[in-house]
């Protein structure tokens, strides 16, 4: 990388320290330094806009999940159209329970061991909760 483009980019990134300071104050920098730390994301993005750019992201993950489970339990199951959407009546209350905080993804793998399947969540086995903690998810309980 050429200095000049190296001395661009930092003066890109005390811009964007001074915009998430004058908005949110000290901690708000702070917490986006912890936040970048955690997930390594390198850009010229806010926390908060990185947020709302990922909510698309996560509605589609949301969508396309439930279209691949509705479909192989009609294929591999035989569910019908009342079984099926009894599960996307469930499965939508479910992702509600999670959005509200009411049950966390440790829980559901915690239940699932218990019935013996094994299921994971990369983000919380690469990075450990401690370090979720630290990004502000904390739990409410």
């Not at 509705?70 to 569910?79: K, M, P």
Request: proline share 0%; aromatic share 8%.
């Amino acid at each position: 990388m050429k200095k000049k483009e190296y001395d661009a980019g930092r003066e890109d990134g005390l811009y964007l320290a001074l915009k998430i300071v004058r908005e949110g104050g000290l901690e708000a920098l702070e917490k986006e330094i912890r936040f970048r730390n955690i997930t390594g994301i390198k850009t010229s993005l806010a926390m908060k806009e990185i947020e709302g750019a990922t909510l698309e992201i996560k509605n589609n993950v949301i969508d396309t999940v439930t279209c691949l489970a509705v479909h192989t339990l009609h294929d591999e199951f035989g569910f019908g159209k009342e079984r099926a959407a009894r599960f996307m009546e469930r499965f939508q209350e479910k992702i509600g329970c999670l959005l509200d905080e009411l049950v966390f993804w440790e829980d559901m793998v915690e239940e699932n061991k218990k019935m013996g399947m094994e299921t994971k969540i990369r983000m919380l086995e690469s990075k450990g909760r401690m370090q979720y903690e630290s990004m502000g998810c904390e739990r409410k309980r």
